[in-house]
């Protein structure tokens, strides 16, 4: 993901708008994009410092090409390199015992007079004769833990120009709604696949029922929320290029500027940005995956589905991540809460009200219960992960209610 320094956005008549890279007016940047991939390519044992150089080079005749634009094109390509990396801290400790040996050397020159004799030449070769290894091997490794110094080890990269300059677009605009406060989402056809979407990515939201196979999806936005609040707008770019994927739908989100004024952001399907994701599995869905395949595809009676149905009350909408289903015939539909705030909590309860002639188990994190609270029936708590046991208990409590 892109950040603030990287992010270019242009703020005019109120609205926010991000750069783009377009076929009418940037077509020249397929070329760059060519040469950019070919650099980190053919770049194995180059350092970041001097690959980033190397872009930069690329864009010296280019008037149309702002300092933040080719920061964010040495992010992107970095994302998707390999570098070395020095876990074990074995550059830090090289550093020590070279500088400790050229300590008694000092002072070196280029030429030895009267004053100092030790010739940097001479004091290297000394140095890598101790150590017995080349100083050019030392030099490289001297500062591997630094991020600037680190060495391409190799880049999986980008398949073609085309889909890095689209890459491009679509992290401009999920830099952009890092600072949104409220993301409204209108969908038709998608509806299911975007809030399945939505849940993998842990996203506070509340759907309502506009008409007929038509709704609004209200999102809080990283900006709004006030705990961990990177982690949650890193999820909300995972997000966005899942939505880019689906059909017939249109955001409006409130972002805040550099000045704390808002400005609005509007985008659809029309706008054809092109999503990078194959699909939902780059999204961390590990809590209802691994519920999933501990509790099987049947465990006491109860079948768990896991595509439930929308279920609706007037303009009220409520889509939950699973539904089990007893030989009985009983029906109970399973939401389970994760990035929260208290508001956010106060409204699922007033989703329990509202659908409660539905049966409906609610499972919130622990460190989201205050003090001495309550607890029904209808609740489940849960720490890291979802146990089977308290659910199915809960599950026969409100079976036999």
């Known amino acids: 993901m892109l950040t603030s320094e990287q992010s270019t956005v242009e703020y005019k008549d109120g609205r926010a708008i991000p750069d783009r890279l377009t076929q009418a007016t940037h077509r020249h940047y397929r070329d760059y994009a060519e040469r950019m991939l070919a650099v980190y390519r053919d770049g194995a044992g180059r350092r ?160 309502e029922r506009l008409g007929p196979s038509r709704y609004r999806i209200v999102f809080s936005g990283p900006a709004s929320v006030l705990r961990e609040t990177r982690r949650y707008g890193v999820n909300f770019a995972r997000f966005l290029p899942a939505l880019l994927a689906c059909k017939d739908w249109e955001l409006a989100a409130r972002v805040q500027t550099p000045w704390k004024a808002t400005a609005k952001l509007l985008i659809s399907d029309a706008d054809r940005f092109t999503s990078h994701l194959p699909a939902p599995q780059e999204f961390d869905s590990a809590l209802e995956e691994s519920f999933g395949d501990k509790f099987g595809p049947a465990r006491n009676g109860w079948r768990l589905i896991r595509e439930g149905d929308i279920l609706h009350e007037h303009q009220a909408t409520f889509v939950p991540d699973f539904m089990f289903r007893h030989d009985d015939g009983t029906e109970v539909f399973l939401e389970i809460v994760g990035f929260w705030t208290p508001e956010y909590l106060e409204e699922k309860r007033r989703t329990l009200r509202r659908f409660q002639r539905h049966r409906i188990l609610l499972a919130v994190p622990k460190d989201s219960l205050r003090e001495n609270a309550q607890i029904t029936n209808q609740v489940v708590v849960y720490k890291t992960s979802l146990k089977i046991e308290p659910v199915l208990t809960a599950l026969e409590s409100i079976r036999n209610r």
């Open 48 to 207: 970041r410092r001097d690959l980033h150089k190397t872009i930069e080079a690329i864009f010296a005749d280019e008037p149309d090409c702002p300092v933040r634009r080719i920061q964010a094109f040495c992010k992107l390509l970095d994302d998707a390199a390999v570098y070395h990396a020095d876990p074990a801290g074995k550059a830090s400790k090289l550093r020590l015992e070279v500088f400790s040996l050229a300590a008694r050397l000092h002072p070196l020159v280029q030429e030895p007079d009267r004053l100092f004799e030790h010739q940097e030449a001479q004091a290297k070769a000394k140095l890598a004769q101790k150590m017995g290894m080349p100083w050019d091997q030392i030099e490289a490794a001297l500062y591997s833990d630094v991020l600037a110094f680190q060495q391409l080890e190799s880049f999986p990269g980008y398949p073609d120009a085309g889909t890095f300059l689209s890459r491009y677009n679509v992290a401009q605009l999920q830099a952009a709604l890092y600072r949104a406060e409220r993301v409204v989402v209108t969908a038709t056809r998608d509806l299911k696949t975007i809030v399945r979407y939505a849940k993998l990515a842990r996203l506070l939201h509340e759907i």
